[in-house]
């Protein structure tokens, strides 16, 4: 059975810093792009970040320079590092891993966020709420 399971989650004031886990199992992680979804309350799905098997990385504006996305296939895990968090970031995190490679080049536009929205793995997310 495939699962996806976050952690880390919590309450911090604005500025703070936040370690979001994912633990996998069921499947062969190592082989699996993984990536970072939010979704606000009231709004939709946006996207974080991804990393790929080969270790490039991608990031919304949103949160480049602050978010840092890796993993650690020894421990089927990966991580999203949060640091300078502000009020917008508040939402709830998930993280998906598509079942079908999608090429780097597509990564973050339109297309890839509704093949991820349909075609992942998801875990059950984790509460991150930034206020002061």
């Known amino acids: 059975e495939v699962q996806l399971v976050e952690s880390g989650g919590g309450s911090v004031e604005p500025g703070g810093s936040l370690t979001l886990s994912c633990a996998a199992s069921?499947?062969?992680?190592?082989?699996?792009?993984m990536s970072w979804v939010r979704q606000a309350p009231g709004k939709g799905q946006e996207w974080v970040a991804s990393?790929?098997?080969?270790?490039?990385?991608y990031y919304a504006d949103s949160v480049k320079g602050r978010f840092t996305i890796s993993q650690d296939n020894a421990k089927n895990t990966v991580f999203l590092q949060m640091n300078s968090l502000k009020p917008e970031d508040t939402a709830m995190y998930y993280c998906?891993?598509?079942?079908?490679?999608?090429?780097?080049?597509?990564?973050?536009?339109?297309?890839?966020?509704?093949?991820?929205?349909?075609?992942?793995?998801w875990g059950q997310g984790t509460q991150v709420t930034v206020s002061s």
């Open positions: 998906a891993a598509p079942k079908f490679f999608v090429p780097e080049g597509l990564c973050g536009g339109g297309f890839f966020v509704k093949f991820v929205q349909d075609n992942s793995y």
């Open positions: 069921g499947f062969a992680f190592a082989n699996y792009d």
């Open positions: 990393i790929y098997t080969g270790g490039s990385t």
